[in-house]
């Protein structure tokens, strides 16, 4: 089945909204928050500048890049606990290990 993935960032009050929308099919909801955990990681370079390791054309940037001081543009954080994501309007919590869903429902964070 495929599924729509919104991911949004509030580990450490910098919640701005979605930052992504990852479109998924996999066989569980925990294999396709685990496709979004991995493709909104920066690891080799930049999944939100569209890296030639790291980006997926699976994910949409939502998000503004970030302004630097020095007038350049860089890419966004990782996706790491604390953060949300929203699966077909469930709203889950990133964990230690794994995924829980979210008390509130409310995507904000």
Not at 9 to 38: I, K, M, W
Not at 75 to 83: C, E, I, N, Q, W
Not at 86 to 99: L, R
């Amino acid at each position: 089945m495929k599924s729509t993935i919104f991911v949004i960032h509030c580990a450490h009050g910098d919640e701005t909204g979605p930052v992504a929308q990852v479109t998924t099919e996999g066989n569980s909801v925990n294999e396709e928050l685990e496709f979004a955990y991995r493709w909104t990681q920066n690891i080799h370079d930049s999944w939100s500048m569209g890296g030639e390791q790291d980006g997926n054309p699976a994910v949409k940037r939502l998000a503004p890049l970030v302004q630097g001081h020095d007038g350049k543009e860089y890419g966004l954080r990782s996706t790491m606990v604390g953060d949300r994501m929203i699966h077909n309007g469930t709203v889950y919590v990133v964990a230690n290990a794994g995924f829980h869903k979210a008390i509130d429902q409310g995507w904000i964070c």
